[in-house]
């Protein structure tokens, strides 16, 4: 059955340039996550999508990353205005958690982004 | 806040060597406690869980049991393979609100043969 699905898998791009990451959850999955891992560090919670209930945005680093999701479908995140510091794998999971269960995170392949 | 803290790699072992990976944490409720692995060239995978105090979760040889009372939730294996060779995070994810899992910083393994 298919995985987390994330694209593309490599970027590379221009500082001040803006970038689109996108993320193809399990079909089925409401909640979904976006994650950051900087190069020999753990991965960094950014944002989370539950249904449709409000995103929680509080792990987002500046108002340069944003999210969206449409649904229990594909999520993007974009980063404006790209700095040197953006330079990681963005990892997306989905669960088919909610509130009241416990179930784990699938991860995707990662995005890794380059920052000239 | 939350925070989960691991020992520091690379940890180098001669296959057949037991392991210990150690991982600590600190958090406000009652968390559920993970292991996840990335072998090279490959995601982040979910190698075991434990969802409340003395469980102990195992799978490919691998164990950790959730002591409360020490808030910890090492990470064993009798018997490394060389094919064990990967960064392995430990985990936690509150009971309740946010679900997002807060990850240690990892540890390397390298089994040599």
């Known amino acids: 059955g298919a995985g987390v699905s994330q694209s593309p898998s490599n970027k590379v791009t221009e500082k001040g340039k803006d970038v689109e990451l996108r993320c193809d959850p399990i079909?089925?999955?409401?909640?979904l996550y976006w994650y950051r891992q900087r190069l020999g560090q753990g991965l960094e919670f950014l944002i989370y999508?539950?249904?449709?209930?409000?995103?929680?945005k509080s792990g987002l680093p500046s108002d340069r990353f944003s999210a969206e999701r449409t649904g229990e479908s594909v999520s993007t995140l974009t980063i404006q205005r790209t700095q040197q510091e953006d330079s990681a794998v963005y990892l997306c999971?989905?669960?088919?958690?909610?509130?009241?269960?416990?179930?784990?995170?699938?991860f995707g392949d990662g995005t890794r982004l380059s920052i000239l | 806040g939350d925070s989960v803290t691991q020992m520091e790699g690379p940890v180098t072992l001669s296959e057949e060597a037991f392991l210990t990976i150690n991982c600590t944490y600190t958090?406000?409720?009652?968390?559920?406690l993970f292991w996840y692995v990335q072998y090279p060239g490959e995601g982040l995978q979910l190698l075991l869980k434990a969802t409340k105090a003395d469980d102990k979760g195992s799978n490919k040889g691998f164990e950790a049991t959730y002591r409360k009372e020490t808030t910890s939730f090492h990470l064993e294996k009798g018997s490394v393979q060389v094919s064990d060779s990967a960064v392995y995070f430990c985990a936690l994810r509150e009971g309740t609100g946010r679900r997002a899992l807060t990850f240690g910083s990892g540890t390397r393994l390298q089994v040599q043969p």
């Open positions: 999508f539950q249904g449709n209930s409000a995103p929680d």
């Open positions: 079909s089925g999955h409401t909640a």
């Open positions: 958090a406000t409720g009652y968390p559920s």
């Open positions: 999971a989905s669960s088919s958690n909610t509130v009241s269960s416990n179930q784990p995170q699938h």
